[in-house]
């Protein structure tokens, strides 16, 4: 597909209208590109459990997150209603030696590992499947597509993309980098996996390493590498389920316009669809992917029913 | 095991020291029971996944919910920091006609459907292991056994025993049912399943059904079905890796002594170090294993893993 | 004026044609009535202050308050980020002794006592001065006439109206009982007192007291005394700064039309500019003026500068 | 005092002993200081409104707050439950063209302009008047001297001393830069206004202007000018009510010993029983002030009544 700097508007009009999928699972669809996840799919799924070794590909959620104030965002404020002090103090007022703890979260949907529901993001004014965002998200929440409609669905094979290792320095591609399909089928080839209809796809930049290193900075949506714009009619046609990066914003960053912002999420969320994850900790499972060769696996990435939600905390969990 | 309704001190103090697993793992533990899940039973349980069907076993998280501030616990508060509406306006500021939407939320741990972590209850000022309460569990959340602990683990074999559709009438236990370790096993019995080391298991009473229909009315701990204080025994030497139920508060309500709350959550888990869920909604996937008799399945359910906390919540996952 | 109730429609067109301010204070005003409060009469207030006692009239901010969770409105929910029980165990990591508490808090800027700010109500589509409201505010907040505006204003003369005490039995109107410009003026005259412009209007119904004894019920906007929406015509004429009532909802409810939802709040706003104050505690200085008979004061109650909110929660200070 | 800059223990000690009002008015006391601010007090203040032009002294409420997350304070987190956007769209479901706004917020009590309670800061395990902390304030809140009860007091006389604009140069003192007892006489003969029991002192530095021109930086606890340890004699022995200043912290940062945090807080708030206003905005007052000679006014800075608070967000309103 062309990609003219100096023409956003102009390349992601022909993006959404090449690849979008209105209208191809009925008016009413709540669910895009999760359709693609069937049964048949799980049952093949399951026999990737080969060893029972399982992992957990969620950042924590604490003060130490990526999200610094922008836009409102935070990170999590984790505060305690009763905790073991008092207990021992006997302060609770229980009868028979019992002692409580419970605890309260104030947080953005956003903070950190996450899902991006499919009425996170508007390309001109309409939401995914072609309904008019006016009316599809309000200060109520998501009235349509609330995450609570995919919350049995996300659970089946998953394939671990780590073009950090296969073509980056150290494993880690560099700030800007854009990740195009020709990567992409390069990184499954030398893996030797086969991305597939209804799989959630998981790619590795290595940047989450870094930022772990040297701190994300006053902006988490800084510099980052990510997939390229040109990748639209790659996720299109591959006809997969879902997909998430390691990486704050899942495009590269900053974006491949002059004057832009998250052109990517502009055609793939509304118009294709497409569930997209972000801040994904990959490193743990890239590392045993590695040295054992399987970059396929069963992958469950539930998110909380929270009714309207535009978009989830989850902790993925991939079993091998 | 002995029950003195006058006793609950003495009771308690009996239990905790028959069924105690502190030093079972090791002074260092955080996992509690979930060490009896590991991954040869892991991959057994992948075996359980035949039809590729998946349910989610998670209750709604909106105003809708339990918690009506007891404790000053209350339900999700759901807002939004931007919405389809402002974008259809063009109010965001965004180039190229892209418009978003994100989310906050505000919410105690401990609001729908959830795991109590091993921090959340104490014995006499004693946590899980026999730590000292108070330097567990502070104002900066637990320092030691924080459910982030637990946040790779939490896959395996699930069993249901739908103990209202076998002992229940209209497959549902009256309020005040005391489930006993003999109303278990007949149902595993009758259900044609046994539960083994490192299972979770769902027990349904089918009262949530009862509060959809009627409300939860005041206070959501109110007259309850639930486990007995007797089952302690079975919780312990069935090693069992976690249990949860489709309650408010997984024991018996009103609890079986005179003056008591909670008496089991004190054996079980700072003494047993037993992972316990609770306010799960079983009954899509009660009625499916109804019809197609199979009450063991793959189940996810993966906390987040939210540094320091005593609970979490969860969308459980449970593929057939 | 005409009550038609059938007719909210008509009734609330008329009122807010006749009673209407938009550009009395120019185009770009955003203080509404508050423009009546000059410093003149600032100076005037201030000889009002003679024994020098001070009341507070804000109910307290906590769980046990009136939101129930109506339109995801709940109390207040506060919680510590630090205690003393913690510092006592010497858990801080301060040097030389020192021990800290610091607290949390989450809640509707509705929740108990307070001010509705000018973007608080809209007619048709309108916010005050005639302004477009989907642009006056969005869901990043009032960006126009956001209660910061307010920020040093109001303080002055308040006028306490103590309508349950001279009209009501044992101090308290009914509830559902209309408050109309009669009731004031025979009120004011009674108490000897004089209503001017600029003033601070404090009305007291009695209903506070009686939700003490009797809780709020399960929804605070429950039956109630209240202001007449008849009385637009006065809170427009009387040319007062600001009104405030002990009651949820400031107007009579249920309301006076056969199906309507807070009308005079959608001709007082929007078109009055008029600042409303709800659920304000005024039972101690409605003692203390009752007692020495003078029913003005100095009163300061002073907004939060919250950026962009349509309401603030208030502490109002009355001193004779 | 002595100040011996590798011992703050032993100053502290020292300084505590010898201003230490434990008993004073008391062993249930819960005001401390603001004892001194008595009826007649405010009679003579009321004389100080002259001109009837009245200032907010907070401010604002928003993202762009001081607070980066250190010890979980964060900037408070305004959001929208309903809007104008979505009212002008018909889309909330009230009848007669009724539309409405209502909003939420999450902050920390210490986020902005504020007032320390009487439980914000512990001595050795000890709160105000000796009290031991572990009882005082639990993960419940302050249960003896929370900020409540001062909800009616905080109405008196304020005095500002810019030191700012006395002694620093364009009106601002540099960081680290250690207010003396020497200072505050200073500043209080040049302008002409002395300070008296019961007052509410207000100590200008100009740092607050410096912050709003290059920003807080990572902490707002940083370097800043403030008052020095050796000021507590002055604190005790002037009987004032209350003080504040415009900077994050009250006392000179760093703080005067070699290792040490908030030394002065340690005497004056668990010792002295001290109200201490922090991050206050003394600017346009200051100017006015500097413009028409009179340091001396009536000020309210009425804290939120939230139960068991040890802190409070305030909007003073002084007026001259």
Chains 1, 2, 3, 4 share one sequence.
Not at 47 to 71: C, E, H, N, Y
Not at 147 to 154: F, L, S, T, Y
């Amino acid at each position: 597909m062309t990609l003219d700097r100096t023409d956003p508007e102009g390349s992601i009009a022909e993006a959404a209208k090449a690849y979008s999928n209105w209208g191809r699972w009925g008016a009413d669809d709540v669910l895009g590109t999760l359709n693609f996840l069937d049964e048949a799919r799980r049952r093949e799924a399951a026999t990737l459990i080969r060893r029972g070794v399982s992992f957990s590909l969620a950042q924590s959620f604490d003060m130490d997150g990526p999200q610094k104030g922008w836009r409102r965002r935070t990170n999590p404020v984790h505060t305690m209603l009763d905790t073991g002090t008092d207990a021992a103090l006997g302060l609770q007022g229980f009868p028979h030696g019992l002692g409580g703890a419970d605890d309260v979260i104030a947080m953005p949907l956003q903070c950190s590992t996450q899902w991006d529901g499919l009425g996170h993001i508007f390309d001109h004014g309409k939401a995914w499947n072609g309904r008019d965002a006016a009316k599809t998200v309000t200060s109520e929440g998501d009235l349509v597509t609330g995450i609570e409609h995919m919350a049995p669905h996300v659970a089946g094979r998953g394939v671990l993309l780590d073009v950090g290792r296969t073509i980056g320095e150290d494993g880690e591609l560099p700030d800007g980098f854009a990740i195009t399909e020709e990567h992409l089928t390069a990184t499954a080839g030398a893996q030797g996996v086969t991305v597939g209809r209804g799989d959630i796809v998981l790619v590795r930049t290595g940047q989450l390493a870094r930022t772990r290193r040297d701190g994300w900075g006053d902006y988490a949506g800084g510099a980052a590498p990510g997939l390229s714009f040109t990748t639209a009619g790659w996720l299109h046609g591959s006809e997969i389920a879902a997909i998430a990066t390691d990486t704050w914003g899942f495009e590269v960053r900053p974006n491949e316009f002059d004057v832009a912002f998250q052109p990517l999420h502009q055609v793939a969320i509304p118009n294709i669809g497409l569930l997209i994850g972000e801040m994904w900790d990959l490193e743990a499972l890239a590392a045993d992917c590695a040295a054992d060769g399987a970059y396929a696996f069963w992958l469950t990435a539930a998110p909380l029913p929270i009714t309207g939600a535009v978009g989830s905390p989850i902790n993925p969990i991939a079993v091998k």
